[in-house]
């Protein structure tokens, strides 16, 4: 055995420390991505435990634990009414603030990959508008024009119309701003400002268009809440946002090679046309399910891969998955901010997302203009 | 070998290259030069795969429209002329992202490869740095390492691995120019071929083995630089009159600015 060997066998915890520090001045991060993201599972968990446990009704870790792992029976631990709360309100909403944070974190990872720049999101650069617009033409026109959708997709027929709303602005927004090869960010970003206001203003026309009920129906499109959190929804995008993350991890690579530029991804051996139509896909399916579910949510696409890439840098294999798990993570914690700071009333987790979003970009914009192409 | 036959390209709309036949043996640093918008780079962007052409280009005897682009991976590396990244990656992480296509080696040796590349662009040490911090010469180079990692083995499972320049040396100072041209050179001695497209006459006499001058989409000369730079194809080709002198030691030709008419 080397000397060397035998001195990391000693003091292992001092020692890994040391190595992570040596690793981060040989521009290795992937140690110190590997620790961050077995972090952010122990926080993700932590956080969907508290946001179990946090509002009116009393149910503390321990009768929840003991009642989940069947230690005591069900009347002794929790009563009817906690239980349902539990079961019916707040599990589903926990779930689903997990699925669409982690929805939505990755669509922007994937997205800023794609577009090779850190600016893009899927709510800033209109997919979101689009995809909601496939949800409202759905809402208000539904009966009358797309009675097969229904019959065919059945409950998904809403994240069905919202992914593809997303996927025709993704997909408008590609040929618009990429020309052989090369993404004008500027045409990008000012793209998707066009793309969402028309977005919005055919949204409009139908929010006119529509009756009561309906408008009932599309009023929270517009704020982005959790509210209507039940295990309806969460059966019906969390199919689509699932399998859009499962595919996501096969990009990796590409999208790593991407960054320098599509015709250097060729040469490095990645299939660059099959890539972008997955991640296109993806973005617009993941998305469209995240919209049709909970509204637009704003700036977690962005905010959470660009601390990530500060910590663990951009390489995709480490950035995607701790993106998702940290962008699930802050839309439990934003939901619970939601639901407990006003009480009784709740305020919509798109103004706390906002609230938080909005300096935040802009501090990333004034702070890297220079490597961004601006 | 690397063999393009009768390659024509347009580029939106404008015929950027007219049946041009460009050869590159293993062995030998090729070196294609000529004015600028003489259709250098668009003849090695073909080459590469990246661009549709007319005609047919061939890499050890496969067309290369039959590879998949990780096989085309393998056998080739290209180095494009700049490289603007907006994440912040090390130097590190881009020079690994080349060991990323190849053959798997294992951990050790994939650090070692890394570390090699690195050293043999002269920039030891800057593993740990931020692309976008380096000038750009030094990014140049971490493209360069990056390039040379994905087809480390100049010779590989018998077959001779490429290396596509595309203007290598253009920002590097004249040291590092060197450093460059004799890294290409030794690629070419350890069984591997080379194609770089030149600037620096001068560099290219002393270094190329093929000079293959290129004047409006066509090859207008190739050969050994003593037969491609004469004074006949200087004019002929940049339009200006100069003289052609060779080193008294080793009778390499040169051409120096003072002397155009």
């Known amino acids: 055995m080397l000397p060397s060997e035998m001195m990391a066998g000693d003091g292992r915890s001092r020692s890994y420390a040391a190595r992570l520090i040596s690793d981060w001045h040989m521009g290795d991060r992937s140690r110190l991505a590997r620790l961050l993201i077995v972090f952010l599972v122990v926080a993700a968990a932590a956080m969907f435990a508290a946001s179990i446990m946090t509002g009116a009704a009393d149910a503390s870790l321990a009768n929840v634990l003991r009642w989940l792992l069947g230690m005591e029976s069900a009347e002794q631990a929790l009563s009817v009414r906690d239980r349902i709360i539990i079961l019916d309100i707040r599990l589903p909403r926990a779930v689903l603030g997990l699925l669409v944070g982690a929805s939505l974190a990755v669509s922007g990872a994937v997205m800023q990959g794609l577009f090779r720049n850190p600016l893009a999101d899927p709510g800033l650069v209109g997919v979101s508008s689009g995809a909601s617009l496939g949800a409202v033409l759905l809402i208000v026109l539904g009966s009358s024009f797309f009675g097969p959708l229904f019959a065919v997709f059945g409950f998904y027929a809403l994240p069905v119309a919202a992914f593809v709303g997303g996927l025709i602005t993704t997909l408008l927004l590609y040929k618009i701003a990429t020309r052989s090869g090369q993404t004008s960010v500027a045409t990008m970003l000012l793209a998707g400002i066009a793309l969402g206001a028309l977005a919005g203003a055919v949204t409009g026309v139908l929010i006119f268009m529509a009756d009561d009920k309906q408008l009932r129906d599309l009023t929270f499109w517009g704020l982005g809440s959790l509210a209507g959190a039940n295990w309806m929804k969460i059966l019906s995008a969390g199919p689509i946002i699932l399998i859009s993350l499962a595919v996501v991890p096969f990009l990796a690579r590409g999208l790593n090679a991407l960054t320098l530029g599509e015709a250097a991804a060729f040469h490095m051996g990645i299939p660059v046309q099959r890539l972008k139509n997955i991640a296109i896909v993806s973005v617009a399916a993941s998305t469209g399910a995240s919209v049709a579910v909970s509204g637009g949510i704003g700036f977690v696409g962005i905010v959470v891969p660009h601390v990530l890439r500060m910590v663990i840098g951009p390489d995709h294999r480490y950035l995607l998955p701790a993106s998702a798990l940290l962008g699930g993570t802050l839309l439990i914690f934003a939901d619970m901010i939601a639901r407990t700071i006003v009480p009784p009333a709740e305020l919509p987790i798109g103004i706390i997302t906002a609230f938080a979003g909005a300096p935040f970009f802009l501090w990333i914009l004034l702070r890297g203009r220079s490597h961004m192409g601006l | ?261």
């Open chain 2, 1 to 261: 070998m690397i063999k393009a036959s009768n390659l024509s390209v347009r580029l939106s709309g404008t015929q950027v290259l007219h049946g041009v036949n460009i050869e590159a043996a293993a062995g030998q640093l090729t070196a294609i030069v000529g004015p600028n918008g003489s259709g250098k780079t668009t003849s090695l962007k073909a080459i590469a795969g990246e661009v549709p052409y007319d005609g047919t280009v061939s890499i050890n005897s496969h067309n290369i429209t039959t590879l998949k682009p990780w096989e085309l991976a393998l056998k080739r590396a290209v180095l494009p002329q700049s490289t603007v990244i907006s994440f912040p990656f090390t130097v590190r992480e881009i020079v690994r992202m080349g060991l990323s296509v190849g053959a798997k080696a294992d951990a050790a040796d994939t650090d070692r490869i890394a570390r090699d590349a690195l050293e043999a662009v002269d920039l030891s040490g800057f593993a740990g740095r931020f692309y976008q911090e380096l000038s750009g010469g030094e990014q140049q180079r971490v493209q360069l390492a990056r390039a040379l990692c994905q087809i480390w083995e100049p010779v590989q499972h018998g077959e001779p691995s490429f290396l596509l320049l595309d203007e290598p040396v253009s920002s590097l100072d004249i040291r590092h120019q060197l450093t460059i041209m004799r890294l290409a050179r030794g690629f070419c001695e350890r069984g591997g071929g080379v194609i770089a497209i030149m600037h620096d006459l001068n560099l290219t006499a002393m270094f190329a083995d093929r000079m293959i001058m290129m004047k409006a989409g066509r090859v207008h000369a190739t050969g050994h630089p003593n037969e491609v730079m004469t004074d006949a194809v200087m004019e002929a080709v940049f339009g200006c009159a100069m003289r052609v002198n060779a080193t008294p030691v080793g009778n390499v030709p040169f051409v120096l600015p003072h002397t155009a008419a």
